[in-house]
């Protein structure tokens, strides 16, 4: 008889399902009510509340020719005419078309090239040159345009509600001038010599940088090598950049005006003598304004002297417009050129160089044209993010509420305070 007893084997080992895939993930998302920029856009429509600068003073020339300057999503034309005045008006000319940054620049302002119809800097149509008598209803031709004002070497603009418009802002940092002090506001580079130095990203991302000191304390010395010049001489020790402390040396704070952050360390002054505390203080002031202080020479305790403007072009590009009180012209240049990514300037890297020294813009760039923010995973280190996200929101919540957000309108006196510096700690400084 044949033995049919079954016997018991072992199961083969069945390997658990890998977790964590990227597979069936969401689409991702960027935040549209912080880094949309455009007309009628939640963040489009806080910017205007706000003057922005849009060019360099000394770069537009009296007579010279018009600038094309995309702003806010919105294209225009800078221009100074023939007797000085600075003006923007919309780039499609309002007869039929054409471009103005084709147009001449006449005494009293801009003449298109398709028909000669002519502008002055608040869009009145002065002439239609193929019409009888000049265009005997001329009066009824209105080119768009926008308000400026010059300051602290740039010319700024507003694009917001014409009964909205607030003072042009003052900073006690700017003004007054000392002896032998001027505005310095050119980028030494071309392309960038009138509107700025502009860059393929969406403007948050550079923006929030300002307010992540974490990322020095990695990019710019461990990853890629020391690349703020002075270090170790005239500005930072190389302790300051040390990972394994920063989160603990950082805090945030709010201000009245926004937000900064304030990383302590220790050095000894130049000079020598002995090893002091000190703070390095950097502040945001909404919308979009960077107190950066002097990193290649640090003097501790000294008049803060320079703004840079995170200036959105659109919803993917941005320009940086700055302006630096000083009696010294290498302080601009000192800036400009103050950070080297393997002994090089930026332009200057090969492809090769980029991956294996890379810097701000490799870093920020490679979010994307707007970086995804459901793909984030935010950490504490992160808190000085979160808390300029959290103003951005109160900012555009409080002009759809018919509110005016926050520094529009100038504090009594007139100049605002920028608390940005690098200062010897004499107490602890409260954190948030």
């Known amino acids: 008889m044949t033995d049919t007893t079954v016997t018991d084997t072992p199961a083969p080992d069945i390997p658990a399902p890998d977790t964590g895939t990227g597979y069936g993930r969401k689409l991702s998302s960027h935040d549209a009510r912080l880094t949309e920029v455009g007309p009628g856009t939640p963040m489009g429509e806080a910017l205007r509340r706000y003057w922005h600068p849009i060019a360099r003073s000394a770069g537009l020339v009296a007579g010279d020719r018009p600038h094309r ?9 800078a221009f100074r005419d023939g007797q000085g005045r600075p003006g923007v008006v919309f780039e499609r000319c309002s007869h039929r078309g054409s471009s103005l940054s084709y147009g001449r620049i006449e005494e009293d302002g801009i003449r298109c090239c398709y028909h000669g119809w002519k502008f002055d800097v608040q869009g009145h149509c002065l002439e239609q040159a193929c019409e009888p008598d000049g265009g005997r209803r001329r009066n009824l031709a209105r080119q768009p345009w926008y308000p400026v004002e010059e300051r602290y070497g740039l010319v700024f603009v507003y694009m917001g509600p014409p009964e909205s418009k607030p003072e042009l802002p003052r900073f006690d940092c700017l003004e007054p001038l000392g002896e032998g002090e001027s505005y310095h506001t050119d980028w030494l580079a071309p392309d960038a010599e009138v509107l700025g130095m502009e860059q393929d990203f969406n403007w948050l991302q550079i923006y ?6 974490v990322h020095a304390s990695w990019l710019h010395s461990h ?13 930072f020790p190389e302790s300051y950049y040390d990972p394994t402390t920063v989160a603990d040396r950082v805090t945030y704070h709010r201000t009245d005006l926004g937000v900064k952050y304030v990383q302590s360390y220790r050095d ?3 000079g020598g003598g002995e090893t002091v505390d000190l703070d390095w203080a950097v502040e945001l002031q909404l919308p979009n304004i960077l107190a950066l202080p002097d990193f290649i020479r640090v003097a501790p305790d000294s008049r803060h002297d320079m703004l840079i403007w995170v200036v959105p072009v659109d919803d ?32 200057e890297m090969t492809e ?3 991956h294996r020294f890379p810097g701000d813009y490799e870093a920020q760039r490679s979010q994307g044209d707007i970086t995804q923010h459901s793909e984030e995973t935010l950490a504490p280190s992160d808190r000085g993010v979160v808390m300029l996200r959290r103003m951005l929101r109160t900012m555009v919540d409080d002009v759809e509420a018919g509110r005016t957000p926050l520094g529009v309108t100038n504090p009594d006196g007139g100049l605002r305070s920028v608390a940005s510096g690098v200062f010897t700690r004499t107490a602890p400084a409260a954190g948030v």
Do not use: C, M, Y
């Open 69 to 77: 300057a995309r702003l806010l999503g919105e294209n225009l034309v």
């Open 208 to 213: 929030e940088n300002a307010v992540d000191p």
């Open 223 to 235: 990853h890629s090598g020391f690349q703020f010049q002075g270090t170790g001489t005239t500005g």
């Open 268 to 270: 000894r002054p130049v």
């Open 316 to 347: 993917t590009h941005h320009r940086l417009v700055f302006s630096i009180r000083s009696a010294d012209p290498e302080r601009a240049a000192s800036f400009v050129f103050g950070i080297k990514q393997n002994g090089k300037n930026n332009w």
């Open 352 to 354: 090769e160089e980029r």
